[in-house]
């Protein structure tokens, strides 16, 4: 063991701020991600077909685009939406308004007024919204998170209304369709996925459904209904199920899973749908679920299929924007095709990596693949359009020269990054998908020793307990996982950061589990697990105010966690706090314990750090024993909770979203406060 290097455990003077930011990068990860499509009949009196385009991100969230045009007619970006962009679309013909959700707010657009949109309110408990449909009087319906509940707005009133909870372990409500005399169906997630059904005028008395055979955790996936049946998919069910609308009982299943389990709605009078497996247009007689081959289309995995009487047009994606394919019908062939450019969004800054190449490595919010900004040259890079295993990622990090590693949400992916072929798919592996075996979501805690690499996850929706596991990069293998039987090796914790030395790998822990299940009753655990024998030396709740500890480091023999408050020195051979250095004006207690709300970057062997949480960004000198403010809500200059760091010492964060900045690590002046008050920023645990 190292020498515990006391200087640590001086309490800290506060001094002159920093000039903050050395420079910025605007847009740090430029991305055209489409998230829905939805055909606007009506919209204009021209023979060409008009969509709806929505695109992942804060900027140029909706995109009105005509059919027979090559660029959007009317991009609009909604402001302070929610950082994914818009949640839902629905298109309501006869007033000719396109509402749509953000977050937890309502709002709308009018091709009258074309270049701006309206919010008509925030549903009253809710984050996230749902699936909006239409019922047969205009009244808008909708499903929340967390409420667990179904919504309804009436446009003549001005009205929202939020419906009790549909049961009590029930948060999500993702999934919603109105049939023939306004029967609601709602699909329900986390815990115990279901349908519930009610009449429109009645929508506290309603009829639970079991799936035909329940599953403990996950999603509807879909709700449809089709002539006499509803459809139903649901997570990790194979099978589109089939449910009688009037005995509400499954009556069989659909085997050939529709791509992307999107289908069209049914063209009046025809008794058919349309939808694509492996290439292949289908039609589905809804009377009899009996399907035709009509022949190929290029889309394998459609955004939306829009049927008239004589044509199927196929949605899909290109690098560029959308594609769309006109399938003639009497035919049965493709007869046009139109490339649609989009205009390119932004993708929000999730997770941020300093590379030995030089670059800094930006994943995206709800994105796909990677970008990288050279803060030398300001060169730009994507990893290439054909690489598909890179998701959302929630953490990454750099063995050695030859290769990184990727943690990829939703499904837990371990994802390896040969350096030498970054710009070609093949470059790319995916060596585990941890959703499969472990029931894990998140990868997001991360460490390296001189022979190993580590990962700490959260769990699956509806489930807690994170693992933690061992990569060999030598055979490019993960050696071990543990998962503590199922419980999680931390029982009921996540598991959110890692430290390592070639003995012993260290880990921070949050009580904050997979979405949809409350957090745990306790206050975060530490642990130090010895690497040979896969054996906890301990497991020590440290900080008890808080349910969430961030970022560990091994600094001059020491373990430094993070948490809101600021930074914990902590001795790491028996776990015991030693002292706690307060950095910004915020309580554990205040904040709901999170996975990635502080970060902690170390400069160099660790004399100097940067904690940023709760948009405090502070950097700390061990060596002078001082603190000094990067960026406040007081000053103006707040920062994300992600930070990355350069071998040569050079600290990033990001801003506003989606810009890339370079800290400045050194205070203005010299000048220091009073004694008196700095000997209150830090202090020794209570005995």
């Known amino acids: 063991m190292r020498i515990r290097d006391p200087l640590l455990l001086t309490p800290l003077t506060s001094v002159a701020k920093t000039r903050g930011v050395i420079s910025r990068y605007e847009g740090a990860f430029p991305a055209l991600r489409i998230k829905s499509v939805l055909p606007l009949p009506g919209l204009a009196t021209t023979p060409s077909t008009w969509f709806a385009v929505s695109i992942v991100g804060p900027v140029n ?48 657009w009018d091709p009258t007024d074309s270049k701006t949109v309206r919010r008509i309110g925030k549903v009253p408990g809710a984050s ?48 919603l369709a109105i049939g023939p005399n306004d029967i609601v169906w709602v699909g329900t997630g986390s815990l115990n996925p279901r349908l519930f059904t009610f009449s429109a005028n009645q929508p506290e008395q309603r009829t639970e459904i079991q799936l035909p055979h329940p599953i403990p955790n996950g999603f509807i996936s879909s709700v449809d209904v089709f002539a ?36 069209s709605a049914e063209v009046k009078g025809s008794e058919r749908i349309y939808n694509i497996t492996k290439g292949i247009l289908h039609a589905t007689d809804t009377s009899t679920w009996r399907d035709v081959k009509l022949g190929p289309v ?37 007869d046009k095709v139109r490339n649609i450019s989009l205009t390119d969004g932004e993708f929000k800054v999730q997770s941020l990596m300093g590379h030995s190449d030089g670059n800094v490595y930006i994943g995206g919010y709800m994105g796909e693949g990677l970008a990288a900004i050279n803060p030398d040259t300001g060169t730009r890079w994507r990893s290439p359009d054909a690489e598909n295993l890179i998701n959302q990622v929630e953490g990454m990090i750099e063995f050695d020269a030859t290769r990184s590693y990727i943690g990829s949400y939703s499904s ?18 995916r060596i585990e998908r941890l959703g499969r ?8 805690g991360w460490a390296v020793n001189s022979r190993n690499v580590f990962f700490g996850t959260v769990p699956d929706y509806g489930r807690s307990g994170g693992v933690l596991g061992m990569i060999e990069p030598e055979t490019n293998k993960i050696r071990w996982v543990l998962d503590g039987g199922g419980g999680g090796l931390i029982r009921s914790q996540s598991i959110i950061g890692l430290a390592a030395d070639d003995q012993y790998v260290y880990g ?7 979405y949809g299940i409350p957090d745990t009753k306790a206050s975060a655990k530490v642990f130090k697990l010895e690497i040979a024998t896969k054996r906890l030396i301990w497991e020590l709740a440290p900080v008890s105010s808080s349910g969430a500890l961030y970022a560990p480091k091994l600094i001059a023999g020491w373990l430094i966690v993070a948490d809101i408050e600021g930074i914990n020195i902590i001795d790491p051979l028996d776990g015991k706090l030693m002292l706690q250095h307060r950095l910004t004006p915020a309580n554990n207690a205040d904040y709901r314990p999170g996975w990635a709300s502080v970060d902690l970057a170390q400069v160099g062997d660790g004399s100097k750090v940067v904690h940023s949480a709760a948009g405090t960004t502070t950097v700390v000198d061990f060596r002078t024993g001082t603190k000094s403010i990067i960026g406040s809500p007081k000053d103006g200059q707040q920062f994300g909770s992600r930070l990355a760091v350069t ?3 050079r600290v990033f964060g990001y801003t506003d979203r989606t810009a890339l900045v370079e800290f400045d690590l050194f205070p203005r002046a010299a000048s220091a406060i009073t004694k008196s008050s700095h000997r209150e920023t830090s202090k020794s645990p209570e005995k």
């Not at 909708?142 to 009590?168: C, D, E, Q, W």
């Open 61 to 108: 969230q909706l995109q009105i685009v005509n059919s027979e045009a090559t660029l959007p007619v009317h991009v609009v970006s909604i402001p302070d939406s929610h950082s994914g962009g818009i949640g839902s679309l629905v298109w309501d013909q006869a007033r000719r308004t396109l509402y749509f959700t953000t977050g937890g707010t309502l709002m709308f």
């Open 128 to 175: 996230a919204l749902y699936e909006l449909q239409l019922d047969s009087t205009g009244i808008l319906w909708g499903g929340t998170y967390p409420n667990g509940a179904t919504f309804t707005y009436t446009a003549a009133t001005k009205k929202i209304r939020v419906h009790s909870r549909l049961a009590a372990d029930t948060d999500y409500v993702r999934r």
């Open 228 to 263: 006499n049946r509803i459809v139903v998919t649901a997570s990790n069910v194979t099978a589109e199920l089939l449910l009688d609308p009037v005995t509400k009982k499954w009556v069989g299943k659909i085997g050939r899973v529709w791509a992307s389990r999107r289908a």
């Open 298 to 334: 290029k889309t394998s995995s459609p955004l939306a299929l829009y049927a008239t009487a004589t044509a199927v047009i196929v949605a899909g994606q290109t690098p560029k924007g959308l594609r769309l394919e006109f399938f003639n019908l009497a035919s049965r062939s493709v």
């Open 412 to 429: 837990a992916d371990i994802i390896s990054l040969e350096s030498v072929r970054k710009d070609a798919p093949k470059g790319y592996h």
């Open 437 to 444: 075996k472990y029931h894990q979501s998140r990868p997001f």
């Open 508 to 514: 921070t822990c949050s009580v904050r589990n997979g």
């Open 647 to 649: 071998p040569s010492g």
